[in-house]
């Protein structure tokens, strides 16, 4: 009996360093399309223009760069995918100092390319929704749902064997205008951790950022725990075994 032979195990470049560059470049070219978006908005597209580009810029890059690293771009995502064994926990890390690096590179680019006043008048795209301190739990409680939303579409289309789409980045994509027209007037649907601390650290703008953190990373603490123990396939929730 002819045994087949074994396909080669990836080489380590490819195993670990080329999914860390996908992420770092990824999360650039999206911070960049959407701080663009933001510092040069017109004024009479309202949240239009920048949903828009937030939407299509992550749906594109996932679609053409998701077999390489899966497409994360966020640090939610990857704190999600890998509580659903869909990122080994040793790549974690590297891949969140990819995404903010990416994050910091493309505000840096954004910031390059845009005329001064209009950086300075929208704070370089970094996020300023919170005004008052009574706004914090409304905006929290925007950013941990817009977020679950998010997630529950990524989890659900690329990591769950029964739900998964070859239309995951489409929907990841439409997901992310939806939500940014939603409540982008409530808490400027971040959503994504990389996207708050690139611009923050550039226009040097930390007003509240830690809202920024807290409700996408509750949201992939709280997502994981849901799919693992409600809504995944019997091979996802077997993995509690």
């Given amino acids: ?3 087949p032979p074994k396909r080669p195990r990836p080489h380590w470049y490819e ?5 860390c560059l996908a992420e770092l470049l990824g999360t650039a070219l999206f ?3 959407g701080c663009l978006a933001v510092l040069e908005d017109s004024g009479g597209t309202g949240r239009l223009q920048p949903a828009l580009a937030h939407g299509l810029a992550l749906g594109v890059t996932v679609a053409v760069l ?11 995502v990857s704190l999600a995918v890998c ?4 990122l080994h926990i040793t790549m974690l ?10 994050g910091v590179i493309g505000a840096g680019l954004a910031k390059a390319v845009a005329p001064s006043e209009h950086f300075r008048n929208a704070s370089g795209g970094a996020f300023g929704a919170i005004r008052a301190e009574e706004q914090v739990p409304a905006v929290l409680v ?4 817009l977020s679950s939303f998010l997630l529950l579409v990524v989890c659900m289309g690329t990591v769950n064997g029964r739900t998964c789409t070859p239309l995951a980045p489409l929907c990841i994509g439409l997901t992310v205008t939806a939500d940014i027209l939603a409540g982008g007037g409530v808490s400027g649907a971040c959503m ?8 923050a650290l550039v226009a040097n703008h930390w007003d509240h950022h830690w809202v920024y953190w807290a409700g996408p990373m509750g949201a992939a603490l709280l997502v994981g725990a849901l799919v693992r123990l409600l809504l995944g396939d019997q091979a996802t929730r077997l993995l509690l075994k």
């Fill in 83 to 86: 509580l659903l064994r869909g």
């Fill in 15 to 19: 195993r670990h360093a080329q999914p």
């Fill in 192 to 199: 994504n951790p990389a996207r708050a601390f690139g611009p």
């Fill in 93 to 102: 890390v590297p891949y969140w100092l990819s995404q903010l690096c990416g």
């Fill in 31 to 33: 911070i960049f399309t």
């Fill in 66 to 76: 998701g077999d390489i690293s899966g497409g994360h771009f966020n640090p939610a």
């Fill in 1 to 3: 009996m002819e045994v």
């Fill in 142 to 145: 925007a950013e941990l749902v």
